[in-house]
């Protein structure tokens, strides 16, 4: 069975920190892309940042660049978020999803583009 899974939320002070982990089981990430998403409360998802296969290309939405980091150990079959100075608005169930590699480029922030999807890891951050 394939699947994601999400680790690492919880409730965190603002300008805190939590690494989420997102790992896969029943297929290897390694020709996929991996994408974080979050949704707050009464929002709609949105993209948060991706990495290519590889980890050679990664994209970050404006509101998080420079305070989240994404990585991957294709290894551990995990994809990770670093997210440093947290602030009150990142609270937000946070998701990751993975791509299939193809011969073209997608849009790494819409939804559509992806074909898996983890149930979610709760992120708070309020003093």
């Known amino acids: 069975q394939l699947q994601l899974v999400e680790s690492g939320g919880g409730l965190v002070q603002p300008g805190g920190s939590l690494r989420l982990s997102c790992a896969a089981s029943?297929?290897?990430?390694?020709?996929?892309?991996i994408g974080w998403f979050r949704q707050a409360p009464g929002k709609e998802r949105e993209g948060v940042s991706c990495?290519?296969?590889?980890?050679?290309?990664?994209n970050y939405a404006d509101s998080v660049k420079g305070r989240f980091t994404i990585s991957r150990d294709n290894a551990k079959n995990t994809v990770y978020l670093q997210m440093n100075s947290l602030k009150p608005e990142d609270t937000a169930v946070y998701y990751c999803?993975?791509?299939?590699?193809?011969?073209?480029?997608?849009?790494?922030?819409?939804?559509?583009?992806?074909?898996?999807w983890g149930q979610g890891t709760q992120v708070t951050v309020s003093s």
């Open positions: 999803a993975a791509r299939r590699n193809s011969l073209y480029g997608f849009r790494w922030y819409s939804l559509s583009e992806y074909d898996y």
């Open positions: 029943g297929f290897t990430l390694d020709y996929y892309s």
């Open positions: 990495i290519s296969s590889s980890g050679g290309s990664r």
